[in-house]
């Protein structure tokens, strides 16, 4: 082989061996946009628009997220519907997210409704927040349940 073959072929190996670990190098993962610290959850009407069971891996889409509606207010009290139920109570956001919802009076509002479940989720919430999205997420302990809510616009007083 000629010296410039050789040196041309000598250039190349060395210019592969230069090029080949910067490829293999992982390029920075992107960092996901970090959580608005400054989102609220009050005086918004949070609709209730799904739940999701991690050990089922079923998830139930509310058909009428108007009718199940939950408000946090800054005092710590809350107010919302259960499809034909209306009901307040207080939250606290101390140590765990805890919700205790009474029924103003409760109706039986028929067979199709989510009322029953509704209540029964709201009472067993141990963490909550804003979603990421703009939405709100409740969650049962361990996740075994999560409520998502759409922001249904601003409460009125």
């Given at each position: 082989m000629s010296k410039s073959i050789t040196r041309a072929l000598l250039c190349v190996y060395v210019g592969v061996l230069l090029i080949l670990p910067a490829a293999c190098v992982p390029l920075p993962a992107t960092t996901p946009a970090a959580p608005d610290t400054g989102a609220t959850i009050t005086d918004i009407v949070?609709?209730?628009?799904?739940?999701?069971?991690?050990?089922?891996?079923?998830?139930?889409?509310?058909?009428?997220?108007?009718?199940?509606?939950?408000?946090f207010r800054e005092d710590g009290t809350l107010s919302g519907q259960a499809d034909c139920n209306t009901f307040t109570g207080t939250y606290t956001q101390e140590d765990d997210f805890r919700i205790m919802a009474t029924p103003d009076v409760m109706a039986a509002c028929g067979g199709d409704s989510l009322d029953q479940q509704y209540f029964e989720l709201l009472d067993v919430i141990v963490a909550g927040g804003p979603d990421g999205a703009g939405g709100l997420a409740l969650e049962t302990a361990g996740g075994e349940q999560r409520m998502v809510f759409q922001d249904g616009g601003p409460a009125t007083n």
């Open positions: 949070w609709q209730w628009t799904s739940v999701a069971n991690r050990t089922t891996d079923a998830t139930t889409t509310v058909p009428d997220p108007q009718s199940y509606t939950i408000i």
